[in-house]
């Protein structure tokens, strides 16, 4: 079986990246990532589907000349960012009479990025190129999670190539479709890749969705992580339910403390959870859990407590930063608690209500605070936060 081959008219061309320290510079990559990418050979004439970024440009080039006996003709751009797009100027010298295809606003960064404008085809919505016995059509989903972003649909293959919709990080360690994998450690790093990278887009998300639901759909190919096939249903619904910032039942306790006496609250808040009957329950130190991590459970899960102790008279600094990037994200639908410490002068959880204040959010009423050390704070106001969060998942089922 050769494991790169999706139809005998599709197969695998992608690279992985196990080297990488940080996605975009700043998220963690423990299992790296893919940048996939296609070749689709009609009887007329082949095309490449999304590309691959500038270190891996020889490998990816390589897969290439490997499965293909002839020149390519076309390069079809569904997402411009520079991890699938760093390689074009290699391709193209490699590949000399190679047509660049993409819309207006991919051709505009094309130029931008890479200062080519010779053999560029502009595609519309609903545009199609004839492969012989192949075509594709184009379906441009902008926001998702640039302005550029498109799908290609190869009709007669009914496989759909979505960018970085329905991605995930993670590298591919030998199989490339879903159903010659586990893929347990892709699925739960689909809620790290979306909250770190699609959040903010999810009305986009639902958009781009409402104009391929009718459409048949055998493999769903993305440009980071397996080629979907036996779970693209369950992926689907994943990618639907996160768009809509629908969760499970479960909550995040996420807390920055200096001395520990922050963290010794954020502790007693989590044992009152599980006393409560609440089994899904992370607590994260803010100082030390990288934040993609804190998120993809934000994104998973109804329920957020924050604490942080005041710090010059402010919130606490990696509290702060989840906070600001929560926001940054176009939060909802999450039933958020907020509690804290100050040593002399309080004003970390007065300035954390008022960050969600006005959000399309539940911000819960009782906010507990301390003075100094966790024997100052009233055992009956920690209750009453853990109680209220408990009814609220319990009425949000």
């Not at 249903?233 to 039942?249: F, H, P």
Request: charged share 25%; hydrophobic share 40%.
């Amino acid at each position: 079986m050769n494991t790169k081959n999706i139809t005998d008219k599709v197969s695998y061309c992608g690279v992985n990246d196990r080297t990488s320290a940080l996605f975009e510079n700043i998220w963690d990559l423990p299992n790296g990532v893919t940048y996939n990418s296609y070749i689709v050979r009609g009887k007329k004439a082949t095309a490449i589907i999304d590309g691959s970024d500038t270190d891996h440009a020889s490998e990816f080039i390589s897969h290439i000349t490997d499965t293909l006996e002839t020149s390519p003709d076309y390069l079809v751009i569904n997402h411009i960012e520079p991890d699938h797009s760093g390689a074009i100027p290699m391709l193209k010298e490699k590949f000399p009479k190679l047509k660049i295809v993409g819309n207006a606003k991919t051709i505009e960064m094309l130029k931008g990025f890479y200062n080519i404008e010779s053999d560029v085809i502009e595609i519309r919505d609903g545009d199609t190129i004839d492969l012989g016995d192949l075509h594709l059509r184009f379906i441009l989903t902008p926001m998702v999670h640039w302005p550029e972003t498109m799908f290609t649909y190869a009709e007669e293959e009914k496989i759909l190539f979505t960018g970085d919709a329905f991605g995930c990080f993670g590298a591919l360690n030998g199989a490339v479709i879903d159903k010659h994998m586990n893929t347990d450690i892709y699925l739960s790093e689909i809620y790290r890749y979306y909250a770190c990278i699609i959040a903010k887009y999810g009305q986009s998300v639902e958009k781009a969705f409402s104009k391929i639901k009718n459409l048949p759909v055998d493999y769903i190919c993305t440009t980071h992580g397996p080629v979907w096939h036996s779970k693209k249903e369950e992926i689907g619904d994943l990618y639907s339910r996160m768009a809509k910032w629908e969760g499970e039942k479960g909550v995040v306790v996420a807390y920055g403390s200096m001395y520990g006496n922050t963290a010794a609250m954020a502790d007693r808040i989590a044992s009152l959870l599980a006393g409560a009957g609440i089994k899904e329950i992370r607590v994260y130190d803010l100082s030390h859990t990288p934040q993609s991590q804190v998120l993809a459970d934000i994104m998973r899960f109804k329920g957020l407590i924050l604490l942080s102790p005041t710090y010059n008279s402010e919130i606490f600094p990696p509290v702060a930063s989840l906070a600001t990037a929560i926001l940054a994200r176009g939060v909802k639908k999450r039933i958020i608690g907020v509690a804290g410490s100050f040593s002399w002068g309080s004003q970390a959880v007065r300035k954390l209500r008022t960050l969600f204040q006005d959000k399309p959010v539940t911000l819960l009423e009782s906010s507990p605070e301390m003075k100094q050390a966790i024997k100052s704070c009233p055992k009956d106001d920690i209750t009453k936060l853990v109680s209220a969060m408990v009814s609220e998942l319990e009425s949000n089922l």
